[in-house]
């Protein structure tokens, strides 16, 4: 359809997949972390989607308001500062992208190069201003259950499906005493998508960690992994266990399932006028062959 094409663009003037490599080309870093930004710019993404409100239809990612001081210092957005900084000089490189569209397609970026799925994604989010942030306490705490889960993601217009799928990305990265106050990471292989974090959850056996810190769980085999009180309400909860169970079993019904609803997260709030067609945003792996 010829006009399909005129008018994707006639949205945009950028080229998203350069964006997407230039991304892709800074994720690997020796020094950070498990050696790869792939983790905290995966968590930059759905907390700056993870704040809509589907009540009042405020939030998300359209806006880009973490940008600003209010948002920016809530609690749980601390270390984020490294994911927004990695990702300036390609905002500078790039300048007709918004930061909202930047962060959401390095969130794609990272889940895809670090093993995951393809997440269609659509460019067209504005960016707002410091009136536009959203109140702090609408991202979930990791030291309650799933009643909490639950307060916190219907407001966004998620089930209980949906929440345990989103839920798997914790299979990458870890928490740090200096950000969250909690420790370590869901998984071994932090860098790579897998559903290691629904296996682990239902076959280790899990225990209160005996420290200083906020109230955690070790695995009992290695105390070398850890799982948040909420991440364990996906086993406890009676509405919740049932996926768990289904993404343990089967990696390619969670990636497909996680796709969506990623894709959900990051348009969660953006007028739908605003946006343009799915922009497909190729694996570097993909682009050579
Ligand atoms: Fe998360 N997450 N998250 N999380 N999260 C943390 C780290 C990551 C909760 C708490 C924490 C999602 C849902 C929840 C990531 C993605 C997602 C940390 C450690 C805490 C605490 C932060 C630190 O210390 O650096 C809670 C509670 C929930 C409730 O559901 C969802 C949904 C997603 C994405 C879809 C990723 C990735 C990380 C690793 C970040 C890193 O820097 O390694």
Not at 138 to 166: C, S, T
Not at 261 to 279: D, M, Y
């Amino acid at each position: 359809d010829p006009t399909k094409v005129k008018d994707a663009a006639s949205t945009s003037q950028v080229d998203y997949q350069a964006v997407y490599n230039a991304v892709a080309d800074v994720l690997d870093s020796e020094d950070y972390d498990d050696g790869s930004y792939g983790p905290v710019l995966v968590r930059l993404a759905w907390h700056a989607s993870g704040t809509y409100d589907k009540n009042t239809g405020n939030g998300g990612s359209n806006g880009a308001t973490m940008r600003f001081a209010p948002e920016a210092n809530h609690g749980a957005n601390a270390g984020l500062d490294k994911a927004r900084n990695l990702l300036e000089p390609i905002k500078q490189k790039f300048p007709q992208i918004t930061y909202s569209d930047l962060w959401t397609l390095a969130g794609v970026c990272a889940i895809q190069e670090m093993g995951g799925p393809i997440v269609p994604w659509r460019a067209g989010r504005k960016d707002g201003n410091v009136e536009n942030c959203t109140p702090d306490g609408r991202l979930p705490d990791g030291d309650k259950g799933g009643d909490h889960l639950r307060h916190i993601f219907y407001r966004q217009g998620f089930n209980d499906q949906e929440i345990v799928a989103l839920s798997g990305a914790h299979a990458l990265g870890r928490c740090h005493t200096d950000r969250s106050g909690f420790d370590g990471p869901w998984t071994f292989s932090p860098t790579t998508l897998t559903n290691d974090y629904f296996k682990l959850l239902l076959d280790e056996k899990w225990q209160r960690r005996n420290w200083k810190g906020p109230p955690q769980l070790e695995d009992k085999k290695t105390k070398s992994l850890m799982m948040l009180l909420t991440d364990y309400a996906l086993v406890t909860d009676k509405g919740f266990r049932p996926y768990t169970e289904t993404y343990a079993k089967d990696e390619s019904k969670f990636f497909e399932d996680f796709s969506a609803v990623f894709k959900k997260l990051l348009e969660n709030g953006v007028p739908v006028a605003q946006f343009s067609e799915v922009v497909p945003l190729k694996k570097v792996e993909d682009q050579t062959k």
